[in-house]
């Protein structure tokens, strides 16, 4: 008995340890099925076949763990005993027999899931399970219950447009196993065997099919791509970090020097303009304000809230790149980007910010990004 058992669970182990596509992941709930069938056995030797024959029919549900591999629970009552040697019984049923049964698609198994059932399937079963023979108090068989074995091949057809249907015709042979002296003996004078045509019906699963469903794989080329590109966003994220903490430790410097009243601004006096010393540089073709830039405004914020008469031009530039008309434009923008700063952020009325376009210019500094630069002029008289 333990070298049977343990053969089945070698076998069991090795069918599903075999490679198959991969498919969806499914819930528990998925892949359960439930079906009848009926038909006809005879006991393997010592009868004549169609003298002998004895209706059965049965019940059978299960669920299909993998393409390949299922696990089914089968109930089969037996109306005659033609051909046994307990014959006449008394009842109309004359036994039972409840089988727990793996099955294994071959199909499957050998040529692979195609993502969907194909038309005809072969499948086999095997398992083990209990028997009980009923007899009357006038007819009663010597042994009631007994330890069963069925081994089975399914030939299936899947039809209906979605394949929950499936038609089976099986042959089969199932042994009422011999025990002596602890040993189980599979022997054909205590078998039957059997042709059974069966319908099972696949509930729904939550795919929104009766079935599996081959997962989307993507080829190895395009995986490397996809990491490449990550690894690479990844190294652009920690370079925008490093720099935003650059800015914010810029902005916490300066705002200290402004608690401490350090000057911060220094105002270049010439006989026409008083240039505050701050400046916002922007990126080229931008009029966005980067984090870091907000500490020359902070700068002038302060400066006019300290001098309460003071007015203010701001004065936006271009580097010489593109044509003229977008680079007037661009400065234009950048020095009401500016003043909108100052009157929202740090609540600088507007009437003592006026706002000038200069357009593109080579000749503030020699760098040539530092031109792409907003000024401030105190125009205060």
């Known amino acids: 008995m ?7 669970v070698v076998a069991v182990t090795a ?12 819930k528990l709930s998925d892949n359960w099925y439930i079906g009848i069938n009926g038909g006809e056995n005879f006991k393997t030797t010592g009868t004549k076949v169609f003298s002998n024959l004895n209706p059965s029919f049965g019940l059978r549900a299960g669920r299909y763990i993998t393409p390949v591999f299922g696990l089914a629970i089968e109930g089969e009552a037996y109306l005659n005993n033609k051909g046994s040697e307990n014959r006449p019984l008394g009842t109309a049923i004359k036994g039972i027999n409840v089988s727990l049964l793996g099955t294994t ?5 050998f040529g692979g899931y195609p993502g969907e059932p194909r038309f005809f399937e072969i499948a086999g079963i095997y398992g083990l399970g209990w028997g009980h023979i009923f007899g009357t108090q006038n007819h009663r068989p ?29 042959p089969n042979i199932s042994y009422g196993l011999d025990v002596d002296d602890g040993k189980t003996n599979f022997n054909l004078n205590n078998s039957a065997l059997g042709l059974i045509v069966g319908v099972n019906y696949k509930f729904g699963n939550s795919n929104a099919t009766h079935n599996f469903v081959l997962a989307e794989l993507r080829d190895q080329m395009e995986i490397d791509v996809l990491l490449d590109r990550i690894n690479e ?8 970090d490093m720099a935003l903490e650059a800015g914010r ?6 705002e200290a020097m402004l608690e401490e009243r350090q000057p911060a601004v220094i105002v270049n006096e010439t006989k ?17 304000i980067d984090a870091a830039q907000y500490a020359s405004i902070s700068m002038v914020a302060t400066y006019m809230k300290n001098h309460p008469d003071a007015h ?44 000038k376009g200069l357009g593109a210019t080579d000749e503030l500094f020699d760098e040539l990004d530092f031109n792409r630069v907003v000024m401030f002029i105190d125009t205060t008289r």
């Open 142 to 170: 010597a042994d009631n219950d007994m330890l069963t074995s069925k081994l089975g091949i399914d030939f299936i057809f899947n039809i209906g447009q979605t394949r929950a249907w499936q038609i089976y015709i099986e």
């Open 233 to 240: 966003m990844r190294s652009e994220l920690n370079a925008y």
């Open 249 to 254: 430790q810029t902005i916490a410097n300066l």
């Open 312 to 355: 203010i031009m701001i004065k936006g530039y271009a580097s010489p790149e593109g044509n003229g008309e977008f680079n007037q434009r661009l400065s234009e923008a950048r020095a009401k980007a500016v003043k909108n700063a100052l009157v929202k952020r740090y609540g600088i009325s507007s009437d003592r910010l006026t706002v």
């Open 15 to 26: 069918v599903q340890a075999l490679p198959a596509q991969t498919v969806e992941d499914s």
């Open 272 to 288: 026409t303009t008083n240039v505050l010393q701050p400046s916002v540089i922007f990126r080229q073709g931008k009029s966005t």
């Open 2 to 8: 333990k070298k049977q058992i343990l053969a089945l």
């Open 105 to 109: 698609n071959f199909s499957n198994l």
